[in-house]
């Protein structure tokens, strides 16, 4: 009797590891995807756009970035809204970093995924190294999942 508790008591903590490599496993695919789609937002705006002539360069970035501010209600709870000048100054300056850094090199390699988990929620972070003018650099996006979306919260 011993053995099969101890049996049943193994295979729930090998299934519950599994289940939870399984996640980490989906967590960095889908903030992997989030962070191409940014990237790919900030690289290659569409002038043809009326928004973009009416709001701003960057408009379509602002779903993708959280907002970090003064509304206490909204911070690290909430994206960017493009239609705040503040707030569209952010994001712009978001892009504008982007593409000064990352978007430099098309063949990126993301070296790591981890996460960490703080006052503000659980970041998950991807490490990436690219190429700029002949020089490796690396750069950190850190993101949080907000409103069932992971949307980016940090560069470093």
């Not at 490599?21 to 990237?39: H, M």
């Not at 000064?100 to 929620?121: A, M, S």
């Amino acid at each position: 009797m011993k053995f099969n508790y101890l049996s049943v008591a193994f295979l729930l903590l090998f299934f519950i590891s599994e289940a939870k490599a399984q996640k980490t496993v989906n967590d960095s695919a889908k903030v992997a995807i989030t962070l191409k789609e940014l990237l790919k937002i900030c690289r290659t705006v569409d002038f043809a756009d009326p928004k973009t002539t009416e709001l701003g360069t960057f408009y379509k970035a602002a779903p993708y970035i959280i907002y970090r501010g003064e509304d206490k209600n909204r911070n690290w709870k909430d994206f960017a809204n493009y239609e705040n000048n503040e707030e569209k100054e952010g994001v712009d300056n978001i892009c504008l970093r982007i593409n000064r850094t990352i978007n430099q090199d098309t063949n990126f390699v993301i070296t790591k995924y981890l996460t960490n988990t703080e006052r503000e929620g659980t970041w998950h972070v991807l490490l990436l190294e690219y190429f700029k003018k002949g020089e490796k650099n690396k750069i950190a996006f850190a993101f949080l999942y907000v409103k069932n979306r992971f949307r980016l919260g940090d560069i470093d």
